[in-house]
């Protein structure tokens, strides 16, 4: 399956954006979805992710702010991000797999795309 992320941009801090993630070439129902980000000089980590099933599990950075959905008809999952704070910018990535995790043991990644949040 291929992942086109997009959705990202410059926010000031309190702002929202949402993030779109489409696949393509396989069966987007099959797959669990999730998010991950890497912000400048660190680790790529889990923000969100989301069962076949739709159930969402979510890293402690994110609760109460970010709402990660999907749309099966669409191929496509979303991160909606609200209350942004400067700490959560950084390059977000969505990501594929057959059994969702919150580690990085993800088989497909999409390209990313750049939040930055201004305080």
């Known amino acids: 399956v291929q992942l086109q992320a997009s959705g990202g941009g410059l926010v000031q801090a309190g702002g929202s954006l949402r993030l779109s993630c489409t696949a393509s070439?396989?069966?987007?129902?099959?797959?669990?979805m999730a998010w991950f980000r890497q912000a400048p000089g660190m680790k790529r980590e889990f923000v969100a992710a989301?069962?076949?099933?739709?159930?969402?599990i979510y890293a402690d950075s994110g609760k109460g702010r970010f709402t990660i959905s999907r749309d099966n008809a669409k191929n496509t999952e979303y991160l909606q991000m609200n209350s942004l704070k400067p700490e959560d910018t950084g390059v977000y990535y969505c990501?594929?797999?057959?059994?969702?995790?919150?580690?990085?043991?993800?088989?497909?990644w999409g390209q990313g795309t750049l939040v930055t949040v201004s305080s």
């Open positions: 990501a594929a797999n057959f059994i969702v995790r919150t580690s990085l043991a993800y088989d497909y």
């Open positions: 989301i069962s076949q099933r739709g159930e969402p």
């Open positions: 070439g396989d069966t987007f129902s099959r797959y669990a």
